[in-house]
């Protein structure tokens, strides 16, 4: 009997894949197909994915060519399964001529002609793309945009930026480019706001009030007040209104945070985060300099209200300003009635931008910059049990926040990273 193997994401599955499948099969008698994962897929960039592995899988096993389908989660798996299901061909599209040729070791390798005109991407792009607007300055949303080209759910199609932005650069590349925030809500479903945190609120308001779906940096308002308006706001009007943190989406942090909660570390007693810098880039023209808790607040909040909750019982506030009036520091105790945490924020004051999360049975240590961090340890007593996580991170977490936007507005869930007490207390905080 001889047997062949073929792998792929399978996404949205599409007449190019049962094509392929169809030519694999005939290639010899028994067909195995490997589905990626999703984890899988992460690692290697591959972030659009609509469909998750049980739909995908279901796709193809429906197709009635698998003989059998097995899921590929690891780097180099493909050796293992052809040495373990002592496959004799491994076919793929043409698209990765030559990719495979190491594989020529362990059996045949066979590159089938690509079907012409049609993709995942293609379809996912066509299908769903969501018209995004971006408000704020450079060199942000500069950022945002040349991220947005990784994500084929949303297409930038417009950004506004007040009298004194410089997004010159970017006129010529989006249909609309406009110093006027009504302008660019004429031409989009959904806006994105890297404004400075004063302006959120009226902005969230007004593109809401436009109808239209939100995703604003943090802080979403200046006081608990203004984010929970617009939480019903969006609630009521039936909009998606999410709060970036890119943190909040990094995959090192999730894993993180599951750990924390699967008690790998036992009880947490502190949170310590630190995110400093020595100047407030977020500065343009006559626009206000960010404070050093406006700039990093959110970010060093995050992990306290994720993982001790909101309900402490008291804080106490240092502040440092500089002789002009500029908040360059501030440092926040808080109490919980069993445990405390701290954040320091700088945007004049430097000091090690780590974040240690202490618990009854060990710590978790995530090295600077923790807030897009690839990599935490678990440290215990006996230095032998310590662990090392690693997980790649793409684009800072902004493909990760456009992801999330774009699921959330096909119906999944908006406040899966950041829950609305932890949203609501991080505005309090700035008040
Ligand atoms: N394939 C093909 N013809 C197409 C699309 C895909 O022969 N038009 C093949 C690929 O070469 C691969 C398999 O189908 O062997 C699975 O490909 P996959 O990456 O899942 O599909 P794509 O449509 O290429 O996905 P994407 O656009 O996300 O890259």
Excluded at 23 to 47: C, E, H, N, Q, S
Aim: with cysteine; proline share 3%; charged share 25%.
């Amino acid at each position: 009997m001889v047997k062949v193997i073929t792998y792929g994401t399978y996404d949205l599955l599409h007449y190019g894949h049962t094509r392929l499948l169809e030519r694999a099969k005939a290639l010899g008698d028994y067909l195995v197909v490997g589905v990626t994962a999703d984890d899988f897929d992460k690692t290697r960039g591959k972030i659009n994915v609509q469909q998750t592995l049980e739909e995908r899988i279901a796709a193809v096993r429906a197709t009635g060519l698998a003989d059998e389908i097995i899921v590929e989660q690891y780097e180099g798996q493909k050796i293992d399964d052809i040495r373990r299901l002592d496959i004799d061909i491994f076919a793929i599209g043409s698209d990765w001529e030559g990719y495979f040729d190491y594989l020529n070791e362990y059996c045949n390798v066979h590159y089938l002609p690509r079907t012409e005109g049609v993709s995942s991407s293609q379809i996912r792009s066509e299908t769903n793309a969501l018209r995004l607007g971006l408000v704020g300055y450079s060199p942000f949303v500069n950022k945002f945009f040349d991220e947005s080209k990784f994500v084929n759910a949303v297409d930038v199609v417009g950004v506004c930026t007040p009298e004194d932005g410089d997004l010159e650069s970017l006129s010529d590349k989006v249909d609309v480019f406009t110093r006027d925030f009504d302008e660019l809500l004429t031409a989009v479903d959904a806006i994105y706001i890297h404004s400075h945190p004063k302006d959120h609120y009226k902005q969230c308001k007004k593109a809401l009030e436009a109808g239209k779906h939100v995703l604003c940096e943090s802080p979403t308002g200046m006081t608990k007040e203004e984010c929970q308006n617009l939480i019903k706001y969006a609630k009521d009007s039936g909009l998606v209104f999410m709060e970036a943190i890119r943190t909040a989406y990094i995959t090192a942090y999730l894993r993180m945070l599951l750990l924390i909660k699967s008690s790998k570390i036992g009880k947490v007693i502190s949170v310590d985060a630190t995110c400093t810098s020595l100047t407030s880039t977020k500065s343009v023209g006559n626009n206000p300099r960010w404070s050093s808790l406006e700039a990093w607040g959110p970010t060093a909040l995050l992990p306290v209200f994720q993982i001790l909750g909101t309900d402490y019982s008291s804080k106490d506030i240092f502040v440092k300003n500089t002789e002009d009036g500029y908040n360059e520091f501030t440092k926040i105790n808080f109490t919980y009635p069993e445990a405390t945490a701290t954040i320091k924020v700088g945007t004049g004051v430097k000091s090690e931008s780590d974040l240690i999360i202490s618990g009854t049975k060990g710590y978790i240590y995530v090295p600077a910059p923790w807030w897009k961090t690839d990599y935490f340890e678990i440290r215990y007593e006996n230095p032998a049990n310590n662990k090392r996580y690693f997980y790649q991170v793409d684009g800072e977490g902004i493909r990760y926040e456009l992801v999330a936007l774009a699921d959330a507005v096909r119906g999944g869930c908006e406040d899966y990273y950041i829950s609305r007490n932890v949203s609501e207390e991080i505005a309090s905080i700035m008040n």
